[in-house]
T-cell receptor, first 115, second 113 residues
Framework: DVKVTQSSRYLVKRTGEKVFLECVQD?????MFWYRQDPGLGLRLIYF???????EKGDIPEGYSVSREKKERFSLILESASTNQTSMYLC??????????????FGDGTRLSIL | GNSVTQMEGPVTLSEEAFLTINCTYT??????LFWYVQYPGEGLQLLLK?????DKGSNKGFEATYRKETTSFHLEKGSVQVSDSAVYFC????????????FGAGTRLFVKA
């Protein structure tokens, strides 16, 4: 089974802090994703990565950056946290394939509160 | 662009009732379709999928049929249990969309004993 581990289940930070959310996977998947989940809005893609040191913007990248220095680890960075970034953050992985039928595998999420 | 629309919740049912959660999609190509489930306090996990028209995905008593003519992928279960209480997400992945997965907004299901 694929295991996707997010470093924290709950996190409380202050406005203006630099925040790091870590995600580690153990299944050698090429693709990794960061989403945020908000009530009524479903999942929104922040950033994704197809390979080490590769990154692509998703639908809502503003205020975020990412780092992928090793294949198994994908970090989300809030450069200067703001209250509107209070949310549930979900990391996901996906096996690369030249077709569209690969499912994504999710971590349990990090509930981040910015005070 | 690609999109997924699913029925708004919450849906509240009694145990052993029949469940339908509607999902329709818009896609430029020939997408694969998925249902994911999110139990309280957890991330999403794949429930079932279908990769071409008329395929039926099934798992844990849930079923969904890929209907290209109506661009739908409705989730059904004949007899729900309290343990099925969760949020259900319909999703698609399409080559025309660069293989990015598009998720619906989610439908919360409550099942009462």
């Amino acid at each position: 089974d694929v295991k996707v581990t997010q470093s924290s289940r709950y996190l409380v930070k202050r406005t203006g802090e630099k925040v790091f959310l870590e995600c580690v996977q153990d299944m050698d998947h090429e693709n990794m994703f960061w989403y945020r989940q908000d009530p009524g809005l479903g999942l929104r893609l922040i950033y994704f990565s197809y390979d080490v040191k590769m990154k692509e913007k998703g639908d809502i990248p503003e205020g975020y950056s990412v780092s992928r220095e090793k294949k198994e680890r994908f970090s989300l960075i809030l450069e200067s946290a703001s209250t509107n970034q209070t949310s549930m953050y979900l990391c996901a992985t996906e096996l690369y394939g030249r077709n569209s039928n690969q499912p994504q595998h999710f971590g349990d999420g990090t509930r981040l509160s910015i005070l | 662009g690609n999109s997924v629309t699913q029925m708004e919740g919450p849906v509240t049912l009694s145990e052993e009732a029949f469940l339908t959660i509607n999902c329709t999609y818009t896609a430029t190509g020939y997408p694969s379709l998925f249902w994911y489930v999110q139990y309280p306090g957890e991330g999403l996990q794949l429930l079932l999928k279908a990769t071409k028209a008329d395929d039926k995905g099934s798992n844990k008593g849930f079923e969904a049929t890929y209907r290209k003519e109506t661009t739908s992928f409705h989730l059904e279960k004949g007899s729900v249990q309290v343990s099925d209480s969760a949020v259900y997400f319909c999703a698609l992945s399409d080559q025309g969309g660069g293989f990015k997965t598009i998720f619906g907004a989610g439908t919360r299901l409550f099942v009462k004993a």
